[in-house]
């Protein structure tokens, strides 16, 4: 073979090379996940779904909210699957007929975050004392005020603590984890936190834990697949591989696997 044809056929296979790997890249499916911003900001999404995508070819779109706006995009067809952490909202999800099942994925916990100096005196294992404590010394408290997951558990806390006046210092961001957790440290107020966005914080400045340990701080987190009978364009059967995936020992090892200097963040909990 001359050098000439050589090239040439080198040249034809390059071609057919990238036309194939052109070919793979449009077969790719891809399918919309809502889910919170505490999955999204800890970092634990960028560790677990390239592992989903080498087993499964894959692509998952993230639209990261807070737990209640990530079910209401659900409701309007604009998901295939959901990932939160509000278990009585998921089953009010279930029931609504929005999906035909909630399956238990990992826990961590929520903390309750404040300067280390702690004027308020509300450290310790007992959040709602320490609730309590931060509303009668009128100390700065970032909340979410954003309907998410988080802000749903901080509101349960406030009403176990019996506290309709939670203060001057109490303002409402109406936004995700990370910014929250920013304002508390510019303000060197106190915040409830999930414990992995916390760990994956970059911004603490004063700001340490404290406040964990006591069972109420428990944070579960689910998922679901949007059932097609509420939105026939939704890519369940795809949907349902993701879930499959990531209750089984691969995606659980990936997220045990998940660690920050050391410290893991998400512990897996899949019932099979």
């Known amino acids: 073979m001359t050098l000439h044809k050589t090239l040439r056929r080198g040249a034809a296979l390059t071609c057919l090379a990238a036309l194939l790997g052109l070919a793979s890249t449009a077969r790719a499916e891809t399918i919309t996940m809502a889910s919170t911003t505490s999955t999204e900001q800890s970092g634990l999404f960028a560790h677990l779904l ?15 909210q807070g737990t209640g706006q990530a079910l209401d995009t659900a409701r309007r067809g604009d998901a295939d699957v959901v990932f939160v952490h509000d278990q009585a909202a998921e089953e009010k999800f279930v029931s609504e007929g929005y999906a035909q099942k909630r399956y238990p994925v990992m826990y961590n916990d929520f903390v309750l975050i404040g300067p280390a100096k702690d004027p308020a005196k509300a450290q310790g294992n007992d959040i709602v004392a320490a609730l309590n404590k931060l509303a009668a010394a009128n ?84 998922v679901m697949v949007v059932d097609p009978a509420k939105h026939a364009h939704v890519k369940s059967a795809a949907a349902q591989k993701f879930v499959d995936w990531v209750t089984s020992k691969a995606g659980q090892d990936t997220i045990a696997s998940y660690k920050i200097n050391g410290q893991q963040l998400f512990f897996p909990n899949a019932q099979k």
């Not at 390239?50 to 990261?64: Q, R, Y």
């Not at 749903?152 to 957790?181: D, F």
Request: glycine share 14%; charged share 25%.
């Open 50 to 64: 390239p592992a989903f995508k080498k087993d499964s070819g894959i692509d998952i779109k993230v639209v990261a």
């Open 139 to 222: 100390a700065p408290f970032i909340s979410r005020g954003d309907k998410s997951g988080t802000h749903a558990a901080e509101l349960r806390y406030w009403k176990q603590a019996g506290v309709e006046n939670k203060g001057s210092g109490y303002k409402e961001c109406g936004c995700g984890m990370g910014p929250a957790l920013n304002m508390a440290s510019s303000t060197n107020g106190y915040v409830l936190s999930d414990r992995g966005t916390w760990l994956s914080f970059k911004n603490p400045g004063d700001l340490k834990v404290l406040v964990e340990g006591d069972k109420r701080l428990f944070n579960q987190y689910g």
